[in-house]
């Protein structure tokens, strides 16, 4: 959660400045080198929830159920009557 909140707070710092991608990697190479360590750490773990997330979102669509022949069929024949019905 800590990692979250950072992440967030770093993304709303510079979409709130309107800080550049090229300033932003200018004041990273200013940090002292503990802070450096500190950010890189952070970013390898973001770099790995979102890696994550990704994995799930594909497994999530994937596991999802799926319309027969014979179901779609008939949602198509719903839907056409639905769209008559609107238009009159």
Request: avoid cysteine.
């Given at each position: 959660?800590k990692n979250l909140?950072?992440?967030?707070?770093?993304?709303?710092?510079?979409?709130?400045?309107?800080?550049?991608?090229?300033?932003?990697?200018?004041?990273?190479?200013?940090?002292?080198?503990?802070?450096?360590?500190?950010?890189?750490?952070?970013?390898?773990?973001?770099?790995?929830?979102?890696?994550?997330?990704?994995?799930?979102?594909?497994?999530?669509?994937?596991?999802?159920?799926?319309?027969?022949?014979s179901q779609f069929?008939?949602?198509?024949?719903?839907?056409?009557?639905?769209n008559e019905w609107?238009?009159?």
């Amino acid at each position: 959660m800590k990692n979250l909140s950072m992440k967030i707070f770093t993304f709303e710092l510079i979409m709130k400045t309107k800080t550049s991608y090229r300033e932003v990697l200018k004041l990273i190479t200013q940090l002292p080198e503990q802070d450096f360590e500190k950010l890189l750490s952070v970013l390898k773990n973001a770099k790995s929830d979102f890696i994550t997330a990704k994995q799930f979102d594909k497994e999530f669509l994937l596991s999802a159920p799926v319309m027969s022949s014979s179901q779609f069929k008939q949602y198509q024949k719903f839907r056409k009557q639905f769209n008559e019905w609107r238009q009159n």
